[in-house]
Every structure is written in structure tokens, then in C-alpha cells.
């Protein structure tokens, strides 16, 4: 299940007109389930798979017919439209199975809407649920305490896919980040530990990717690419050979690393997603729950945005708007630091407390979520707790307002006219 959809009017009406956001959905729209294609790699040949997006059934259309199980995979944003495609394959009297970030910490309310539930990754469990569902006898929950080795990760079935339907493939590198955000719900929630894949199977991966694209681009499916760095010095060399443009999420820390920027220049890295979260150090306090990283980081934002930056490397910076210490100059502050800081593109989204995350706990005791329960609030685009230091209204008016100035034609342009002034500079510089 794919794409975004806000609830708030106001940015739903904003979101069909200005041309940043809609270049943004676009893009977002367009990945099929990593999840997914990965089970589907290690389904034994006697069976026949299908690959389907959600998205093709969503108004009612005619579901696949005589299926034997059905592998649903959502995040918590689409998790009721999920439940409502089980309950019609399950009218049909098909079998359905569920996993995801999303249901592996809500498996009860899963359970309500379909027969089996996977909690965790799923690939130490596959092979269990297909061998009980051929024997008729599917259990309620699967469940196991084996942590996956990603050096068995099978190559995803990439072939399954329409090929004409998406702009980019997902490849994961590794799973989880040693840092422990209040409100991520990333796959820590699933891969407590952090991990890497060997380099060979990244690459094995890419190739098979090509098989199928000339020139792809890549989207690395990381919590936090580069937290090893020897890791990621193998990976980027290797990933120079493979001659592809790509994307990843990663943490700010990458800008204090040359050597790592200059590798990461001649790999095809186009853009880095950076979680900056917010400029004001207040706001960054206690986020990061282990050592208060965040908050440390943030003096050296500007600099590490220009490093990475003069090798030819976008940056989407992203903030959180929302968080406590927050204060109701806060979209203002924001709106300067993208300007002060050249960031070629910026992303604002209001905290969200997702279920099974810190922040959901801490919201809940505090009695400041606005509506238990509802996980189609979990776009990043919807209110759905008090917010401190200022009223629900205010926020909203301010973010709409925000979301306006930054995606709007004029301020776009400016981003891309600072960004080229920024590198023609350094270029100068550097002859
Ligand atoms: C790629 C990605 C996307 C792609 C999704 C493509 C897709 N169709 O899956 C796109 C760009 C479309 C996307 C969109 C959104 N995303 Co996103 N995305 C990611 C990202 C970076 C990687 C996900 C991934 O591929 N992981 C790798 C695969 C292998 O892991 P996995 O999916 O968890 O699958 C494993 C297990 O969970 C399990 N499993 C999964 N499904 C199933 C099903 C069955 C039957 C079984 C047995 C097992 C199983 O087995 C798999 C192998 O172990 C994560 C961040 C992250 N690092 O996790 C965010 C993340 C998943 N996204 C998130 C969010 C919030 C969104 C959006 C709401 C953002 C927005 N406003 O647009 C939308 C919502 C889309 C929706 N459909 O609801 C949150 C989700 C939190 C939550 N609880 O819902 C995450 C965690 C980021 C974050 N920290 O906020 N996203």
C-alpha cells in the first residue's frame, strides 16, 4: 500500500496545487513493498505468487480471484483500508496473513480483521506459515526470538513487479540505528539491533535489479545508511562499480566525513534524507532518548549541509514540527533555516506518535493524544495530540501556512537557485 494521503483539508486542498508537494507525492507514491518481494523470494517454486498494490482495489474493484493466502503487508497510514481488503478476501474465503511494522506491535487489533499475524521480520517465519497453511492448520500469531542474519537475505523478486509502474527500487543495506528517536518507528521496532548486509548481496541485489531496468534509481530502504563506517566505505566503492544513481536516509554525521562524502560523490549518490528534525536546540532536547545526540548536533547543521552539499549531493532536510520544545516561533525559525542554509530541498512534517513508539506511551500518559486509535492519522501530516506552548489551531494554521511558503513556485526556485550559486562557488573555489 502506497502514497500519501493527509486528512487536513486545508493541506489536501494545498497538496493538488503547489508544484513542490505534488512533485514530492508523486515520488512517494511510487515504491512497490520491499517486505513483500522478499517473502516472495524464499516461497518454494511449487507455489505460484502475484505481486498487487492495494491502490488497484481501493474503489471496490473485482479482488484477485482463488487465491489459496494472501501476504498484506501496511503501514499504520493505510492500516484500515488493509483491514478492509483482508475482510473482503476473507468473505471470499481466502486466507490472509498480515505483517509489518504496523501490525507486529498492534497483532490483536490485526487479528480482529485477519487469520494470522507475523510479529517481527519476516523471514526467519515464511517458510513456517506456508508449510501450516498447506497442512490447513494457520496459526493465530507467528512469532520468533531468532534475530535474522541479513547474510541469508535471498534476492527480492524484483521480476514480480510491473516494471512500468514505478520510478525507483528499494534495496535495504541494513536494518535498525543505534540512536532511539522518542517518536521513530522505524524497524528498530522490528530489528532492535543495528546490522548490515554484506556488501556482495547489496550488489547481487542491484544486478538484479538491471536485469530488469537499464539505468535504475535506487532508493536505499535503510533506517540510517553509514552508522558503520567501514561498512559503508566497502559498500560505497562497490556501489561506484555498479555505475546507478541513488538515494538514502542517513543522520547528519556523515558531514563531518570527507573521506566518506568523497566516496559517497563517486557512488551516484544524488540526494541524502536527514532527519535534522529541528534548528533550535531547545526543540532537539531529550529527542534522542540515549545521549541526547540530536541536541548536540545542531550547532554544526549548516556546516555539515555545506560539506556534503559541495560534492554534487542534494540534501532533503527534514523537521518535525510539534515537538516539546517547540515554542510558537518555531515554523518561523524553520522557514529561516532552510533559507540560511542552502538545503536544495526540505521536508516539514508533524510529529506523529505511532503506535508502539516512546512518544505514543509518553502522549498517552500524558493524556495529550487527540483520538486513540486513529492510525490513518499517521500520515506525518496530521495532528493528533496537544501540542505544548501553543493551541491545535494555532499549530495548524501555522504548518498550512509553512507547507505554503516553502513549496510555493517562488521559494522552490530560490532553494534551486541557492543550491547552483552554493556549487559554482565551491567549484571556483576548488580550481
Ligand atoms: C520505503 C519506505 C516507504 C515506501 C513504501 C513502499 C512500500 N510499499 O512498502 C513509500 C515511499 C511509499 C513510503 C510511504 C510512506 N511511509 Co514509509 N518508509 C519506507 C522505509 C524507508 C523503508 C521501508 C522498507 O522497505 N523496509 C524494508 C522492508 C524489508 O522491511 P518491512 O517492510 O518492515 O518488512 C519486513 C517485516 O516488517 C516483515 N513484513 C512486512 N510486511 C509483511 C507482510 C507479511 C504477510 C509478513 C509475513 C511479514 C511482513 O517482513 C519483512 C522482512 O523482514 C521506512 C523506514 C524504515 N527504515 O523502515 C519508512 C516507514 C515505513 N514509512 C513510514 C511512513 C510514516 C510513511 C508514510 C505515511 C509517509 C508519508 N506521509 O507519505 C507513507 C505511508 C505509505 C502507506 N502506504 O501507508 C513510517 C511508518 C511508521 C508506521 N508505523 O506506519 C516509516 C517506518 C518511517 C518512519 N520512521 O516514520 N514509505
Not at 150 to 158: C, E, G
Not at 198 to 204: A, T
Not at 255 to 267: K, N, Q, T
Request: with cysteine; hydrophobic share 35%.
Amino acid at each position: 500500500m502506497s502514497g500519501v494521503r493527509a486528512h487536513d483539508p486545508a493541506l489536501t486542498a494545498l497538496g493538488l496545487t503547489l508544484p513542490g508537494f505534488v512533485e514530492r507525492n508523486k515520488v512517494i507514491a511510487s515504491l512497490p513493498s520491499l517486505g513483500l518481494i522478499t517473502l516472495a523470494a524464499l516461497t518454494p517454486e511449487h507455489h505460484d505468487i502475484s505481486y498487487y498494490e492495494i491502490e488497484d482495489y481501493r474503489e471496490g474493484g473485482r479482488l484477485p480471484q482463488s487465491l489459496d493466502i494472501v501476504a498484506l503487508s501496511t503501514f499504520s497510514a493505510q492500516v484500515f483500508e488493509a483491514y478492509k481488503v483482508a475482510e473482503r478476501f476473507r468473505s471470499m474465503g481466502t486466507q490472509v496473513v498480515m505483517g509489518g511494522l504496523h501490525v507486529s506491535v498492534c497483532p490483536d487489533e490485526a487479528l480482529l480483521h485477519c487469520d494470522s499475524v507475523v510479529i517481527g521480520e519476516g523471514e526467519p517465519l515464511w517458510g513456517e506459515v506456508l508449510r501450516d497453511c498447506e497442512k490447513g492448520s494457520l496459526k493465530q500469531v507467528y512469532r520468533t526470538a531468532l534475530p535474522f542474519d541479513l547474510a541469508d537475505a535471498p534476492i527480492p523478486r524484483f521480476d514480480l513487479l510491473d516494471a512500468n509502474r514505478y520510478n525507483r527500487l528499494t534495496v535495504q543495506t541494513s536494518r535498525g540505528c543505534p540512536w532511539r528517536c522518542d517518536f521513530c518507528a522505524s524497524s528498530y521496532l522490528i530489528a532492535p539491533k543495528y546490522k548490515t548486509k554484506p556488501v556482495e548481496k547489496v550488489v547481487e541485489e542491484i544486478r538484479a535489479i538491471k536485469r530488469i531496468w537499464n539505468n535504475p534509481f535506487i532508493e536505499l530502504a535503510d533506517d540510517n545508511s553509514f552508522v558503520d563506517r567501514a561498512y559503508s566505505r566497502r559498500l560505497l566503492k562497490a556501489l561506484a562499480l555498479e555505475r546507478i544513481r541513488w538515494f538514502t536516509e542517513t543522520d547528519i554525521s556523515i558531514g563531518e566525513d570527507p573521506e566518506l562524502l568523497d566516496l559517497l560523490a563517486e557512488s551516484g549518490c544524488q540526494q541524502v534524507l536527514i532527519g535534522l528534525e529541528s534548528p533550535r536546540r531547545k526543540s532537539l532536547e531529550g529527542v534522542e532518548m540515549q545521549a541526547n545526540w540530536k541536541a548536540g548536533k545542531v550547532k554544526g547543521y549548516k556546516r555539515s549541509i555545506q560539506a556534503i552539499q559541495s560534492r554534487g549531493i542534494t540534501v532533503n532536510g527534514c523537521f518535525v514540527l510539534g515537538l516539546d520544545g517547540d515554542s510558537p516561533e518555531v515554523f518561523e525559525d524553520v522557514l529561516r533555516f532552510s533559507r540560511e542554509s542552502s538545503l536544495y530541498e526540505v521536508q516539514v512534517t508533524v510529529l506523529t506518535p505511532f503506535p508502539g513508539t516512546p512518544l505514543y506511551a509518553r502522549l498517552k500518559k500524558e493524556r495529550r493524544i487527540l483520538r486513540e486509535g486513529a492510525w490513518d492519522r499517521c500520515t506525518l501530516f496530521d495532528l493528533n495530540f496537544k501540542p505544548l506552548g501553543m493551541t491545535e489551531s494555532y499549530f495548524r494554521r501555522q504548518f498550512v501556512n509553512l507547507v505554503r511558503l516553502l513549496y510555493s513556485k517562488e521559494e522552490t526556485e530560490k532553494r534551486r537557485r541557492r543550491y547552483r550559486k552554493m556549487r559554482v562557488e565551491e567549484t571556483r573555489r576548488a580550481q
